[in-house]
């Protein structure tokens, strides 16, 4: 059946357009609605319907614990529609105190364990909100913060929580959204109380730096020691941005026969402690840690790592360092104060800004919980009086309500009624006419008036609101400075001596032969007696580099773009079969390639050249790379390639070029530089240069030839001034214009 109902409306969009819309929706959903925490309360939307929820059950702190399963399904069911799991580990980690400085759930069941182990199943465990969680929530029911309808329609849902707690700061927050992230760490509640008191006090005079006097960094539930230099914290606290070297808290056990052992009380923050027993073990065994003999777990409800060092020779604080430097032991946590501020716009903002932004959220909270107040006691008020008039004629009331049907309306003409004072009139009980009740409603009415006008005065006043916003904060500095959970955690010590530790002495010295296909596939066989010839490359590649060298040696890569990297050969994958590509371990262009592959040497030189004819000598010192990206040492002309890469051992300087052209002239002539294009070499009609070489004018240029290795003694014919042609190649020098 064929039917003329009218087509959905068809219009032509440009795809891309389409699709930013579309992605740019999705991103602001992410980042307001998942991932970045409101700078007044420091939840996110989940954390926060996860306590409102659990409010109307009415799980308050002295109340019993219900099912985790059934605060899940009340979350998901009302206010956030996503998967139980999601929620579930949300919830979890509010109740987890070594997740949480100052948790927001108290929990019965197994949470999990600082060993990384899950909490059981959410039908085992049990839930109820904290002390903390209930200041978060203390007058919401008093419209002091703005509700929105829930995803259904059915009820509302609090946009922000009142947080009479400093959330954000004392309990941090992580999360990645789309193209932006959160990363702030816990700190110290009476900290942050003194910074709030001295920020009441002098609002605009108070400076970052005196703030960071008052909070000297972050304080972790698993404790720990920072290690972080002032200036770096203040910087941090000053843009919104930094990190912090935390360090696990160790002490020296002393044993009999002047032996010890190093034991570990607390690991750093987001650490898993079987993780990082598992880490060093797995160095032991790859003998990377050859100061460490051992290490045990001994922890119960505390945590107990034993190291044994490996002879009681060895230093227990350069134990530590090795330690320190390759394994969790000492981690780097990130600040990144990303966070929504008051409009919902996502922004990074400086530790005053964050104060700052919850004293002010404190302001409107008291604002609107005053209002509140006011029109109830407005409200109570008006009743009051209405029930006095009762009272002074309670007769003639009496008598209306008998008489007439329409009582209502001649009390309110009668006595110049409002409808609420009539209404309440003639809801009262007759037991309330009694004339001690009369007395209670005179001194309520009294004392009601007199809150009134005190509400009055701190609405119209702002110096009032500061003041009790300061009683607030003194309160609240007051209950956790004699609280257990409020003392400080983390030390806070300053940045150690740096302790020289040789970089070989971490890895155990083995020999090993790196090889290098042609297509870049490296790999590391034990041992410098391998038979070259028995080694398998894949299908269509072949051999190219083979370095005699140790696991506890660096290997330099120099490429045709002029940059040095630097590989550690205890890293490099063993040879049982083909290797890794080595574009994986460092970022090498597809359109370049490497020129040669040799192991460092400290206090050598090497030469280096372009196919354009310049280049010049380096130190071995100045090219050593630390980051996958390189170095740039060699800079290169336009359309000029490096081709050359060679240790300095001589005097002279042998250049080769595609005109089979060879010119010699003195070591001394070349520039030595740390980095830069270089000087001329050699000049050329067509072509360029090809190889170059350094070698002693007395022993005689020697080059390859097939399997054969020839000499030539003499070597005035070639020699010239620097930057000149040269002369054709003696008889017997290799077509391909190279010395090997």
Not at 580 to 608: C, F, S, W
Request: proline content about 5%; charged content about 30%.
């Amino acid at each position: 059946m064929v039917t003329d109902t009218p087509a959905a409306e068809m219009r032509d969009v440009n795809f891309a357009d389409a699709l930013g819309e579309r992605y740019l929706s999705y991103a602001l959903s992410t980042i307001v609605s998942r991932s970045l925490p409101d700078v007044r309360d420091g939840l996110k939307p989940v954390h926060r319907r996860l306590l409102f929820a659990m409010r109307q059950l009415k799980l308050d702190p002295k109340s019993g614990y219900k099912k985790c399963a059934r605060v899940v399904g009340d979350v998901i069911g009302k206010f956030h529609p996503h998967g139980d799991i999601a929620v579930y580990e949300a919830l979890v980690r509010l109740a987890q105190d070594f997740s949480q400085r100052y948790p927001l759930v108290d929990g019965q069941g197994n949470f999990g364990n600082l060993d990384g182990d899950g909490a059981a199943a959410m039908r085992y465990t049990e839930s109820r909100l904290t002390e903390i969680a209930e200041l978060l929530l203390d007058g919401i029911d008093e419209d002091s913060v703005d509700m929105r309808p829930t995803y259904d329609g059915e009820s509302e849902e609090p946009i922000v929580l009142p947080a009479a707690f400093p959330n954000l700061l004392a309990n941090g927050s992580t999360g990645i959204a789309v193209g932006m992230a959160t990363s702030i760490p816990p700190h110290n509640i009476v900290e942050l109380c003194d910074a709030l008191a001295n920020l009441l006090r002098r609002p605009k005079a108070m400076t970052i730096e005196e703030l960071v006097e008052l909070i000297p960094g972050p304080d972790f539930p698993t404790g720990g020691v920072l290690v972080e230099g002032r200036e770096a914290i203040l910087n941090a606290y000053s843009t919104g941005r930094g990190s912090f070297r935390l360090r696990a808290r160790w002490h020296v056990e002393e044993l009999p026969r002047a032996g010890y052992l190093i034991i570990v009380t607390e690991i750093p923050y987001w650490v898993q402690k079987s993780r990082l027993i598992e880490r060093m073990a797995s160095l032991l065994e790859e003998r990377k840690l050859p100061y460490l003999g051992d290490v045990r777990d001994e922890s119960t409800e505390e945590v107990r790592l034993v190291l044994e060092p490996k002879t009681r020779n060895i230093d227990a604080a350069v134990l530590m360092e090795s330690l320190f430097r390759a394994t969790e032991l000492e981690v780097r946590i990130p600040l990144n104060l990303n966070v929504l501020d008051a409009q919902s716009i996502p922004r990074v903002m400086n530790l005053k800004e964050t104060l700052q932004a919850w004293l002010d959220h404190r302001r409107e909270v008291l604002q609107r919980r005053t209002a509140f107040r006011l029109a109830a006691i407005s409200h109570r008020i008006e009743i009051l009086r209405g029930q006095m008039i009762v009272y002074l004629n309670i007769d003639e009331v009496i008598r209306i309500i008998r008489e007439y049907d329409d009582a209502k309306e001649r009390m309110i003409k009668k006595w110049d009624l409002t409808e609420v004072q009539a209404e309440a009139i003639l809801n009262m009980r007759l037991r309330s006419l009694r004339r001690l009740e009369e007395i209670a409603i005179k001194k309520e009415l009294a004392a009601l008036t007199a809150e009134e006008k005190e509400k009055k005065e701190v609405l119209a006043d702002e110096k009032l609101q500061w003041k009790a916003i300061g009683a607030e904060v003194a309160a609240l500095r007051k209950e956790y400075s004699h609280n257990p959970i409020g003392k400080r955690r983390t030390t806070v010590d300053k940045p150690p001596a740096e302790i020289e530790i040789p970089e070989d002495s971490l890895v155990e010295r083995e020999p090993v032969t790196v090889l290098c296909s042609a297509k870049g596939w490296i790999r590391a066989a034990k041992g410098h007696t391998l038979n070259l010839a028995d080694m398998k490359y894949k299908e269509g590649d072949e051999a190219r580099f083979a370095i005699q060298t140790t696991t506890a040696d660096k290997l330099l890569a120099f490429a045709s773009n002029g940059r040095f990297y630097t590989l550690d050969v205890a890293k490099l994958p063993s040879a049982r079969g083909h290797g890794e590509p080595i574009r994986l371990m460092i970022d090498l262009d597809n359109e370049h390639d490497l020129v040669t592959l040799l192991p460092y040497q400290a206090g050598t030189k090497l030469l280096l050249a372009a196919n354009d004819g310049r280049g010049f000598v380096v130190p071995s010192d100045d090219v050593l790379a630390q980051t996958r990206n390189g170095k740039q040492v060699l800079n290169l002309g336009d359309g000029a390639l490096a081709c050359v890469c060679a240790a300095v051992e001589g005097d002279t300087v042998a250049v080769a070029g595609d005109n089979h052209k060879i010119l010699l002239f003195p070591l001394k002539e070349m520039p030595e530089m740390s980095k830069g294009r270089g000087v001329i070499l050699q000049r050329y009609h067509d072509g360029g240069l090809t190889d170059a070489k350094v070698f002693k004018k007395s022993d005689g240029l020697t080059w390859k030839s097939g399997d054969r290795t020839r000499t030539e003694t003499d070597v005035k014919n070639w020699i010239g001034a620097r930057a000149s042609a040269g002369r054709i190649a003696p008889r017997g020098f290799p077509q391909s214009n190279k010395f090997s």
